[in-house]
């Protein structure tokens, strides 16, 4: 690959996976920013903008934003000079669509992705998660219901994208039921192609 291609890391994984803590390690070690699009939605959420305005029912519910408002928000983001060599990209793309359309911003900024990691964690032990997520941080859309269409929305939604980068020879499975260390030690591992998958 050459010096000047920007790298971008695609983070899979059901809510409650782990995506946002394990992206935030790596944006250290890759020197990469961390881009959630779910942070984003929130801090728009807190400040009432227009966006935020609009996501918010999305939100409440536990459904996602629609694509072309997402997309929109991404451009924007991955246009900022702290994204010049590339992003970690945490909760996007989320639908085929979505997938799409990051494909022709990446040709369009000269990227490529390099690896789509997917976090892999049992259902239980992602309401577990969650649950004790909503005590904690007090996420209005971790509340029993919400979690329910959130994961049937990641089944429906986002699992098809594991096909999808998949049949580009990009998805490399981690076992996200460890400590988070563990976690991400295996992350480093497969983003760096030392071993195909770490299950
Ligand atoms: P997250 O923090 O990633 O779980 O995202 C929280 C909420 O933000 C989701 O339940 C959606 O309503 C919205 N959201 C985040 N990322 C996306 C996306 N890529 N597309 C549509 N909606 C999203």
């Not at 059901?14 to 995506?19: Q, S, T």
């Not at 779910?38 to 999305?58: C, I, M, P, V, W």
């Not at 900022?80 to 369009?108: K, M, N, V, W, Y």
Request: charged content about 25%.
């Amino acid at each position: 690959m050459g010096a000047n291609v920007k790298r971008y890391i695609v983070l899979i994984g059901p809510p409650g996976a782990g995506k946002g803590t394990q992206a935030k390690m790596l944006e250290q070690s890759l020197g990469l920013p961390q881009v959630s699009t779910g942070d984003l939605f929130r801090y728009n959420l807190k400040h009432s903008t227009e966006l935020g305005q609009l996501a918010r029912s999305y939100m409440d519910k536990g459904e996602l934003v629609p694509d072309g408002v997402t997309i929109a928000m991404v451009r924007e983001r991955l246009s900022q000079p702290d994204a010049a060599h590339g992003a970690i990209l945490d909760g996007f793309p989320r639908t085929i669509a979505q997938a799409d359309a990051l494909a022709d911003l990446l040709a369009e900024l000269g990227g490529r992705i390099t690896c789509v990691p997917h976090i892999i964690v049992e259902r239980e032990e992602l309401v577990r998660r969650l649950l004790n997520r909503a005590q904690i941080e007090g996420r209005v859309d971790d509340s029993e219901d919400t979690i329910r269409t959130r994961m049937r929305v990641y089944e429906e939604q986002t699992k098809p994208l594991l096909d999808y980068y998949d049949q580009r020879g990009l998805v490399a499975e981690v076992n996200g039921q460890q400590s988070v260390e563990a976690v991400q030690h295996d992350l480093q591992t497969v983003i760096t192609g030392q071993r195909a998958s770490v299950r």
